[in-house]
């Protein structure tokens, strides 16, 4: 019997350490997280942003993603001791970034002191997905990867200025979202 589809970040996170924890440790591999990113994630969004920044995305971010369903998105934050479940979290980020459609940078100062979120935004650039930036602040884009000056991609890449005005932003990454370009398919 086939196990149910979990319906949210914990259950998944709680499948993979399920999957990782009953293969014997020679049979563990990246396959199992692999799939689980491409079963749930290909063609979604992608959010690229720093814990310190989860609050901000859950008022500005995140609703406007729930259209998309529950898995139309990555977004998840987490913070753990047990190496399993890190280097299965970073399969995870990796695989979800490489198998999405839209990655938004969630743009800080914190955000540009992460080592992750400078993975993510080169990983963004290099696999040449649709981007967009979200600035909660004045940081430089180009501090998380200099690929991302904004002379160098303007109009390729819309940069939303949170931080000036939250309620344009939000009405305009709506717009981008409906867009083609954007937009990941209805679960």
């Known amino acids: 019997m086939e196990e149910p589809r979990p319906r949210d970040f914990a259950s998944l ?7 990782y924890e009953s293969v014997p440790e020679h049979m563990r591999s990246a396959e199992n997280i692999r799939e689980h990113c491409r079963a749930f994630f290909e063609g979604k969004i992608f959010v690229s942003h720093t814990a310190a920044d989860t609050e901000f995305c859950k008022r500005n971010i995140i609703p406007l993603l729930e259209p998309f369903g529950v898995f139309g998105h990555f977004f998840l934050s987490m913070a753990t001791g047990d190496p399993r479940i890190v280097r299965s979290y970073r399969f995870m980020v990796e ?12 743009l800080s100062n914190k955000s540009v002191g992460s080592e992750w979120c400078q993975l993510e935004a080169k990983w963004a650039v290099e696999q040449k997905h649709p981007i967009i930036i979200c600035r909660v602040d004045s940081s430089k884009a180009s501090v998380l990867d200099a690929r991302l000056r904004r002379a160098a991609i303007a109009p390729n ?18 717009k981008l979202l409906q867009s083609a370009n954007y937009a990941p398919p209805i679960s």
């Open 13 to 19: 996170l709680q499948a993979i350490k399920r999957d």
């Open 157 to 174: 890449v819309p940069q939303l200025d949170f931080f000036r005005d939250e309620a344009k932003s939000r009405n305009r990454l709506h």
């Open 95 to 106: 695989y979800s970034l490489f198998y999405c459609k839209t990655v938004l940078i969630i």
